[in-house]
T-cell receptor, first 114, second 113 residues
Framework: ETGVTQTPRHLVMGMTNKKSLKCEQH?????MYWYKQSAKKPLELMFV???????ENNSVPSRFSPECPNSSHLFLHLHTLQPEDSALYLCASSQVGGRANEQYFGPGTRLTVT | AQSVSQHNHHVILSEAASLELGCNYSYGGTVNLFWYVQYPGQHLQLLLK??????LVKGIKGFEAEFIKSKFSFNLRKPSVQWSDTAEYFCAVLPSGTYKYIFGTGTRLKVLA
């Protein structure tokens, strides 16, 4: 248990569905991240929130929409996804400022788009 | 563009063999360096990190890594692997003053009992 929880752990959705992934961190960190993990590819940074402000959007398609209502919660809203979006979606948090600190990762949501 | 290269994608070793996993990065400024491990079915967790000082860093479970600035490398080592080290290992770089971590593709290690 890292202090970062993600729900659901597994999700199967059709291309016309709308769903949301949820992440919560219990570490008091001020930055939260969404990553996409696909086989044989580096972890792809999707979004970064620092103090609830989105500071990074790595050319992610608009069918992925993040939301960070407070520094402990992060959502990823999904709609009209494509089969190639099937992957493990990881949430992470870190404390920005001062010494470089490591990220703490959640267990991920395994997403399958049919 | 900044990137991290892990040259070994798959490594298979017998127990008690020595391990060295390569990690090179492309960034000219000051960096902070990390190795993460992902055991089967588990979340990514930190093995060790370097941010300043002694370039030889010791981590958990007998792992260590050496930062060689002139080679832009941060290789991971363990003198004697165990079956329980079977996992995927990721190298990551954090340019100083930022919070955008850059990860490598990972190295899948299998240790044969």
């Amino acid at each position: 248990e890292t202090g970062v929880t993600q729900t659901p752990r597994h999700l199967v959705m059709g291309m016309t569905n709308k769903k949301s992934l949820k992440c919560e961190q219990h570490l008091g960190h001020n930055a939260m991240y969404w990553y996409k993990q696909s086989a044989k590819k580096p972890l792809e940074l999707m979004f970064v929130y620092n103090f609830k402000e989105q500071t990074e959007n790595n050319s992610v398609p608009s069918r992925f929409s993040p939301e960070c209502p407070n520094s402990s919660h992060l959502f990823l809203h999904l709609h009209t996804l494509q089969p190639e979006d099937s992957a493990l979606y990881l949430c992470a948090s870190s404390q920005v400022g001062g010494r470089a600190n490591e990220q703490y990762f959640g267990p991920g949501t395994r997403l399958t788009v049919t | 563009a900044q990137s991290v290269s892990q040259h070994n994608h798959h490594v298979i070793l017998s127990e008690a063999a020595s391990l060295e996993l390569g990690c090179n990065y492309s960034y000219g400024g000051t960096v902070n360096l990390f190795w993460y491990v992902q055991y089967p079915g588990q979340h990514l967790q930190l093995l060790l990190k370097y941010f300043s000082g002694d370039p030889l860093v010791k981590g958990i479970k007998g792992f260590e890594a050496e930062f060689i600035k002139s080679k832009f490398s941060f290789n991971l080592r363990k003198p004697s692997v165990q079956w329980s080290d079977t996992a995927e290992y990721f190298c990551a770089v954090l340019p100083s003053g930022t919070y955008k971590y850059i990860f490598g593709t990972g190295t899948r290690l299998k240790v044969l009992a």
